[in-house]
C-alpha cells in the first residue's frame, strides 16, 4: 500500500534547523521523483525543493538556497529536508510528494505534477 510520512517539523527559534523526513512505501526513489512543498496560513502552497528520480538531481526555491538542502537515502526509501538558518516566513505546514518520473526546472514545482501526498508536518519559527 502506498503511503507518503512525513516527520520532524517541530517549534523552533529564527537562526535554528531542522531535519525533515519523508518515508515512503509501495513506491521507490529510483522511479519516483520527491518535492517538498509548504502552506503558510492563507498563503498558496509552494514548491520548496525536489530530487529527481533518474540522477538524484535537486532543485530549490530561490527564497531558499543555500539555507535547505534535500537529500535521499534509496535504501531506506526516504527523502530529507535539512533546514538551516531558519526564519520566520518558513513557518508553514510542510508536504511531501511524489511524481512518477525524473523531475525538470520547468515542473518539479508544479503540484499538479504530483501524483501522491503526504499529510503534512507543521513547522513553526518563532523570534
Known amino acids: 500500500q502506498l503511503q507518503i510520512v512525513e516527520s520532524g517539523g517541530d517549534l523552533v527559534r529564527t537562526g535554528g534547523s531542522l531535519r525533515l523526513s519523508c518515508a515512503v512505501s509501495?513506491?521507490?526513489?529510483?522511479?519516483?521523483?520527491i518535492g517538498w512543498f509548504r502552506q503558510a496560513p492563507g498563503k498558496e502552497r509552494e514548491g520548496i525543493s525536489c530530487?529527481?528520480?533518474?540522477?538524484?538531481?535537486?532543485y530549490y526555491r530561490e527564497s531558499v538556497k543555500g539555507r535547505f538542502t534535500i537529500s535521499r537515502d534509496i535504501a531506506k526509501n526516504t527523502v530529507f529536508l535539512q533546514m538551516n538558518s531558519l526564519k520566520l516566513e518558513d513557518t508553514a505546514v510542510y508536504y511531501c510528494a511524489a511524481d512518477l518520473g525524473g523531475a525538470s526546472t520547468t515542473g518539479w514545482d508544479v503540484m499538479y505534477e504530483y501524483e501522491y501526498w503526504g499529510r503534512g508536518t507543521q513547522v513553526t519559527v518563532s523570534s
Open positions: 509501495g513506491i521507490t526513489l529510483d522511479r519516483y521523483s
Open positions: 530530487i529527481s528520480s533518474t540522477d538524484g538531481s535537486t
